[in-house]
């Protein structure tokens, strides 16, 4: 089967940290997650977007918690595109949420138009994937090509972040084997990466200068200068750091596309915490 944009649609779940993909995209749909402060439920950047979550997380008394979307919530989205011949469907890396899970049951009663993908990432790298299948369609595709894209994609794309705390990640049970750092953090910034789906420590230094520098190394040695050299700049109320960030790609790979910048909505932000700031980058075949 030949995949274009004219017969192909995609859905991404709201981690993805792309709001206006649907804006852009026209085939495109994103499902939310929910995030729920006591006894209200809002529907991830639907009901509740970055500005306001951020200012209710101030001043909540407790931390808010988060739920994946139902199938129901899936199916509606799949059904929106029922024009569309073929769907992909990506999303959030299933060790984090069951969101994944919940596509997949969706798309069991869609007689297979459906291919759902669990990215084994989270925020930007989920909508940079989703941008190189788009990529992909535009030029006409198949399946396989797709799925060889995928693989590349989970072995080769880049994520390094850092927050404030673990605090937001230990609760909300995200840390993965970076739970050995929890409590030992007093002015000290973990630097942090997903590998396999999982949240993984890459090092502790000391103070935001340090951390920034660990992005540059990180970031300088990694793919050559090339306009086929993705970025991602994602960031919780640090407008700073992303600034840098941003200087940071500009001045190392100045040819380098970045594709999206974003604020952490509220259901990753939930996971993250205030503070956060991250970088993905990949050198895309497409």
């Known amino acids: 089967m030949q995949l274009t944009r004219e017969n192909t649609g995609v859905v991404l779940d709201s ?46 008394d407790t931390l808010p918690t988060t739920s994946q979307p139902t199938p129901a919530d899936f199916l509606a989205a799949y059904e929106e595109l029922a024009a569309f011949e073929r769907i992909y469907s990506l999303h959030l890396s299933g060790a984090f949420s069951g969101t994944v899970e919940s596509a997949r049951l969706a798309a069991a009663e869609t007689g297979g138009r459906v ?27 198949t399946d396989d090509e797709v799925e060889t894209l995928v693989d590349g994609f989970r072995r080769d ?43 993984v420590p890459v090092k502790r230094v000391r103070g935001n200068h340090r951390a920034f520098l660990e992005f540059v190394q990180a970031f300088e040695s990694g793919p050559p200068d090339s306009s086929s050299l993705r970025v991602g700049v994602v960031h919780a109320e640090a407008p700073e750091r992303e600034a840098a960030l941003l200087e940071l790609v500009r001045r190392a790979r100045p040819s380098a596309t970045v594709e999206l910048t974003s604020k952490l909505g509220p259901v990753v932000g939930t996971h ?15």
Not at 45 to 58: I, M, N, Q, T
Not at 172 to 195: H, S, V
Request: aromatic share 12%; proline share 5%; charged share 25%.
């Open 15 to 60: 981690t993805s940290d792309f709001p206006d993909a649907r804006e852009r995209f026209p085939s495109w749909r994103v499902v939310p997650l929910y995030v729920r402060f006591g006894g209200e439920s809002f529907r991830d950047y639907v009901d509740l977007g970055p500005d306001e979550f951020y200012r209710r997380l101030r001043e909540a």
């Open 115 to 141: 291919r759902v993908v669990d990215t084994r990432s989270a925020s930007l790298g989920i909508a940079l994937l989703a941008l190189a299948i788009g990529r992909l369609l535009e030029r006409g595709t």
């Open 157 to 199: 794309a880049e994520l390094l972040f850092t927050v404030e705390t673990l605090e937001f990640l230990a609760r909300g049970g995200r840390i993965g084997r970076a739970r050995a750092w929890a409590g030992q953090l007093l002015n000290i910034k973990p630097i942090l990466t997903i590998r396999d789906g999982e949240i």
């Open 272 to 286: 993250a915490g205030p503070g956060t700031v991250g970088m993905f980058w990949w050198n895309a075949p497409v």
